[in-house]
């Protein structure tokens, strides 16, 4: 039940959106026991958003998981997702942060996990 929100101050065309979903949906897998097949996927392009003071081109990825992960998985993680938003959107991946969060409690289908 992993979650993949990635914020930027870019324009993010359908055919990019498209792009970084499907990139995103192979690159959870650097996480133990994670597919595309629960990954939800939200695109927010043209944000205000402003690193170091610039409003250069930036992206903030937040990342949550149900349960937890090794920091190894993370790191994994990590430089595939700044290697994709680099590829797709030619965004310097020392202009990208990516914040993780571990939930223990998770809803789907009026349940919980």
């Not at 995103?24 to 629960?38: N, V």
């Not at 998981?65 to 959107?89: F, K, M, Q």
Request: contains cysteine; glycine residues 8%; proline residues 7%.
């Amino acid at each position: 039940m992993p979650y993949i929100h990635v914020q930027t101050n870019l324009p993010v065309s359908d055919t990019e959106q498209e792009l970084l979903k499907t990139r995103l949906g192979q690159a959870i897998e650097a996480i133990p026991g994670k597919s595309e097949r629960w990954l939800m996927v939200r695109v927010e392009p043209e944000c205000a958003l402003w690193m170091a003071g610039s409003d250069e081109p930036a992206a903030m990825v937040n990342v949550s998981v149900y349960g937890g992960a090794p920091a190894s998985a993370y790191d994994a993680l990590t430089a595939r997702i700044c290697e994709l938003l680099d590829g797709v959107l030619s965004l310097d991946p020392a202009r990208i942060y990516i914040c993780y969060s571990e939930t223990p409690n998770w809803g789907w289908n009026g349940g919980n996990f």
